[in-house]
């Protein structure tokens, strides 16, 4: 790849959710501001070989899609004109002056309100995700469909019906009022936490962690941050997806999922930590207290264990305690049971992991056999814990996770076979 | 935009006369506000679907039959028509509507109405 189309395309990933920001404000129209930022991209690749990178390309990519808009909205009404006798309203287009659009790019307005919209819990999850990842991250159709192992059309699909849905419900381009905020930025949040997820814990498929979902959530992290700082559930999130994203390749082994535990600890990322336990402690320091910040300050917790055996399980309890008052979900109610038997006693823990299992909730959830299975196997108790790691394998949907069940399985098969109970 | 507000409530819930009356409170409250606004466009409240009938074209004639089309756990209640600026404000009028019409919540849907395409809007005009 030559200079300037490495530059071409780092430019365009970086800058390109300011500009579609803008020009969906300008043009009222998802569509309209996609085209036109992609015909600004074509023309940067055939005109920079010969006139050389431009000194602000991202000024440039803009002013040259504002132009490619105009041009549009020229052509769609003379051939309205032509079609029709009855002269349509052409839907508000207001051109914008070049000072304007420099500023528009310097100021989070335009691309807070796409994030806004783009997650709108009028639209579908599925939606949501599609449409951040597309406008906001840059990403093109295929990428988004390779990185969630879908079909191209689906995911076209997807994109079509939210966009289809923001025009004709009339889903407003704003900034959500003071008042419906904090809803509404949960949800931004937890479109972010979905995308990162989906690269980190990958529910189906060969690959354990896809980098490129992971890295994406990351970036769209830092955007959400750098929009709204005083926000310290924003400052959190980033904090606890660098905290994860710190031990990815220690997770896998030989293609072999790795649990936390016997993790090689050299091969956590300290850069990642260290910014991760600094945004922790900033967003602890902001405060109010909430969900992502409990989240982050446990996996800060796990990130400064020197060892398994260093990590403090009681304090790790303390915070899922906590995180309880927010969300009484029984998956986190499981993770403090597991917390408890690390840190109080695994007899304890055990009583506390099928008081959680009473409900039937957690029937059809892997993890929830997988931790009973864990604890049953530290107590020695070899029978019950193989039952329960059966059950889990049977649940599990990722190869990664059934492999690593399957080795734990045959562990304690081999284990019994030597010393029948 | 105009936005039609479905009202879906539990029928099959007991009826509490202070409750009902409550509830129609709520709503004239709502009819007052948006009139005041100038959006109401319409509402009406509907009989129980025990005095529904369903018509169906079926292989080029129409059978007629005893019930709403189907039966589910809420039924459409009632409706407004209001003229909003987005889907924003269609929700915020929604949270205030009541849903529940004999002591159960139920729901609203919100669904924009098809507008009318420009030619007709200026056909009419000259006419």
Redesign the interface.
Known sequence: MTDWQATAESVFREESGKIIATLIRLSGSFDRAEDAVQEAFASALASWPRTGIPTNPAAWLMTTAHRKLIDHGRRERTQREKEDAVRYEIEAFRPASEPELETAMHLPDDRLRLIFTCCHPALNQEGQIALTLRTLGGLSTPEIAKAFLLPEPTLAQRLVRAKRKIQEAHIPYEVPPPERLAERLASVQTVIYLIFNEGYVATTGNQLVRTDLCAEAIRLGRVLRDLMPSESENIALLALMLLHDSRRTARIRDGQLVTLEEQDRTLWDQNKIAEGLDLVQRAMRRGPVGQYQLQAAIAALHSEAKTPDDTDWPQIAALYQKLLEFNASPVIALNHAVAVAMGAGLEQGLEQIEAVGASGQLDRYYLFHAAQADILRRMGRQKESATAYGKALELATSKVEQQYLRRRLSELQNHLHRSPE | ?RYMLLVYSREQAPAYPESMQQIAEAHRRVMAEATAKGILEGAEPLRPTTTATTVRPQNGKSIVLDGPFAETKEQLAGYYILNC????EA?EWARKIPTGCAGAEGCIE?R?LLEKP??VL?EAAHR
Do not use: E, G, N, T
């Open positions: 935009m600026k987005d889907l924003d929700i919100i924009p420009a030619h200026v």
